[in-house]
C-alpha cells in the first residue's frame, strides 16, 4: 500500500487478557518503529527494528511487552495481561533512511 | 540521554498573527524534525532539518534550526484556524531513535 497500514484502529479488551496490534510498513522501507502515545500526551519510544539487526528494545516498558518483525516487514506488538495503564493510541512508523518517518494511523487500545 | 523540551504547550492565537514555537533540546542532534497531528489522527511530517543553520519554509510555516543553541523554531507567520493542531519537534540521539518534545497545541481562533 501506500502508507504505513495499523490494525485494528481501535481494540477494547479486558484487564489480563493478551493483545496483538499489527504493523504494515510501506514496502521497501528498513526501519520500524512502534511509539505509544497517552491522551494528551507526546510520543513515548517503545522499539525500533533496522533490517535484519537486533531490534532496539529499550523503550519497552515492560516485559508484558513485546514485538517482532518477520521477514524484514510486517511487525506485531504484543502485550500480555493487559493493564489499564496500557490504554494509549499505539503508532507504528516507517523510514527508508532516518530522514523523516511516515505514521500510520494507530491502534487506539483501551483497556476496562 | 536526549531530552526535548517545546515551549509553549499551549498556544491559542487570533487569525492573521505571528507566533514562535521553541524546541530546545539536551545534547548534540543531528537532525531535527517537526510533525503536525490533527485530533484523533497521526502524525504529519513537516520538516526534517539537517545541518546548523538549516531554515525550511511550507506556507505559513517556517523551521530553523540552530545546533550551537541547541534550538530549532517553527515560525507561523499571519495564522489562519486550518493552522489549528498539535505540533511535535523531535530529536534524533542516533541509533536511530528518536525523542519527541510533549508537543504545542495550537488554536487559532477566527
Known amino acids: 500500500g501506500a502508507g504505513v497500514s495499523q490494525s485494528p484502529s481501535n481494540k477494547v479488551t479486558e484487564k489480563g487478557k493478551d493483545v496483538e496490534l499489527r504493523c504494515d510498513p510501506i514496502s521497501g522501507h528498513t526501519a520500524l518503529y512502534w511509539y505509544r502515545q497517552s491522551l494528551g500526551q507526546g510520543l513515548e519510544f517503545l522499539i525500533y527494528?533496522?533490517?535484519?539487526?537486533?531490534?532496539?528494545k529499550s523503550g519497552l516498558p515492560s516485559d508484558r511487552f513485546s514485538a517482532e518483525r518477520t521477514g524484514g516487514s510486517v511487525s506485531t506488538l504484543t502485550i500480555q495481561r493487559t493493564q489499564q495503564e496500557d490504554s494509549a493510541v499505539y503508532l507504528c512508523?516507517?523510514?527508508?533512511?532516518?530522514?523523516?518517518?511516515?505514521f500510520g494511523s494507530g491502534t487506539r487500545l483501551t483497556v476496562v | 540521554e536526549l531530552k526535548v523540551e517545546q515551549n509553549p504547550l499551549f498556544l491559542s492565537m487570533q487569525e492573521g498573527k505571528n507566533y514562535t514555537i521553541y524546541c530546545n533540546y539536551s545534547?548534540?542532534?543531528?537532525?531535527l524534525y517537526w510533525y503536525r497531528q490533527d485530533p484523533g489522527k497521526s502524525l504529519e511530517s513537516l520538516f526534517v532539518?539537517?545541518?546548523?543553520?538549516a531554515v525550511k519554509q511550507e506556507g505559513r510555516l517556517m523551521a530553523s534550526l540552530d545546533t550551537k543553541a541547541r534550538l530549532s523554531t517553527l515560525h507561523i507567520t499571519a495564522a489562519v484556524h486550518d493552522l489549528s493542531a498539535t505540533y511535535f519537534c523531535a530529536g534524533y540521539t542516533g541509533g536511530f531513535k528518536t525523542i519527541f518534545g510533549a508537543g504545542t497545541r495550537l488554536f487559532v481562533k477566527a
Open positions: 527494528f533496522q533490517g535484519n539487526s537486533a531490534p532496539d
Open positions: 512508523a516507517s523510514s527508508p533512511t532516518v530522514a523523516g518517518y511516515t
Open positions: 532539518l539537517l545541518s546548523n543553520g
Open positions: 545534547t548534540t542532534s543531528d537532525r
